[in-house]
């Protein structure tokens, strides 16, 4: 009798962390799927907002996606593009020499 009561205590004990164990993995499927949707969501923004001139979104797919830092030039990289270059303040210029100014 006393080994019977034992063995139903046990079984009770194992069928309530058993359920527990159910309740949270459904919770946690459920967090996660949150998370997937939400990160959809995200992904769909970043994809689709022109304002973020700074950041590019790389990948096809949530499994493959990153975000690069956009290399932001400067005006100097900008001008020398062009074949052009700033010229120091104590520079002294020559006879002759052509100068075009872009900005002061």
Not at 44 to 71: H, P, T, W, Y
Not at 76 to 87: C, F, N, P, Q, T
């Amino acid at each position: 009798e006393v080994a019977t009561k034992a063995a139903e205590a046990y079984r009770d004990d194992s069928l309530r962390c058993r359920n527990a164990m159910v309740s949270l993995a459904k919770a946690y499927e459920q967090h996660f799927s949150r998370l997937e949707r939400r990160l959809e969501v995200l992904y769909d923004e970043l994809q689709n907002d022109e304002s973020s001139d700074a950041f590019e979104v790389v990948g096809e797919s949530l499994k493959e996606i990153r975000l690069v830092k956009k290399k932001v030039k400067s005006q100097e990289e900008l001008l020398s593009e062009r074949g052009l270059k700033r010229v120091p303040e104590s520079y002294d210029f020559t006879d002759g020499e052509t100068v075009i100014i872009i900005a002061e």
